[in-house]
């Protein structure tokens, strides 16, 4: 059995954490030992650059440098170590969010992400990204009375129309890793669509 790498991408309220844990669930119920991660964040110094990231005010390339140094540390000291050892790891957010944030809702260069990406991960990258689409209205209806927005949660309808655009276009540039789903359905509804989808690769029984 080799290492597995999902990752969960979607814009703030698109309604993924839920889903994380039920598939950490069902994959355990297989005899998988799951590694349950996020970024920014999984190790004590990504957890700060956290902080950092999610509270204070910059442009867009600090942003992007900042995602990407606690990016190298969660991959060096959790995932890289996991996938070696044949676990499974489901990581709230990678890469694609900082092209996703960064790249279309703070408007920095693609080429420059690139760059980081290559640099800090590559070729790693996960197995399988679900990005949960939904549209801004919807999340933004879902958020309200929610905790405390951060930074990104704060950011207007618009800034959240350009992320999940950013989505789109890092689908379109990379398909076979990708599963889109339809993240507007009841919560049954999205959860099935996530077992179909690992199901048909024949990690989940169907
Ligand atoms: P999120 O994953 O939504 O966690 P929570 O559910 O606890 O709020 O929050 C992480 C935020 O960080 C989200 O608004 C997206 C943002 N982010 C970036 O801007 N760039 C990145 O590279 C990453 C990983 C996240």
Redo the contacts with the bound molecule.
């Keep these: 059995m080799s290492g597995l790498f999902i990752s969960f991408e979607g814009i ?1 309220g698109a309604g993924k ?1 839920t889903h994380i844990e039920s598939l950490a669930q069902a994959l355990e119920a297989t005899g998988r030992i799951v590694v349950r991660t ?3 964040g999984g190790t004590p110094l990504a957890e700060r650059l956290r902080q950092i ?2 509270n204070e005010p910059m442009d867009a390339m600090s ?1 992007a440098l900042i ?1 990407f140094a606690a990016r190298r540390n969660h991959v060096e000291h959790i995932i890289r170590p996991a996938l070696q050892r044949h676990e499974v790891v489901l990581s ?2 990678f890469t694609d ?2 092209f996703a ?2 790249g279309g809702g703070g408007g920095l260069d693609e080429d420059f992400l690139s760059i980081l990406e290559q640099w800090v991960h590559l070729p790693l990258q996960p197995d399988i990204t679900f990005w949960f689409d939904v549209s801004p209205e919807v999340a933004a209806e879902r958020l309200k009375g929610a905790r405390l927005p ?1 930074k ?2 704060s950011q207007p309808q618009e800034y959240f129309a350009k992320v999940r655009a950013a989505y789109a276009a890092r689908m379109a540039s990379d398909a076979s890793r990708f599963v889109p789903i339809d993240a507007h359905q009841s919560p049954q509804g999205v959860w099935e669509q996530v077992q179909t989808a690992l199901a048909k690769r024949g990690l989940l029984a169907a």
């Design positions: 703030d954490s996020r970024e920014p990231l999610l942003e995602a709230d957010r969010a900082t944030y960064q951060d990104f949660e």
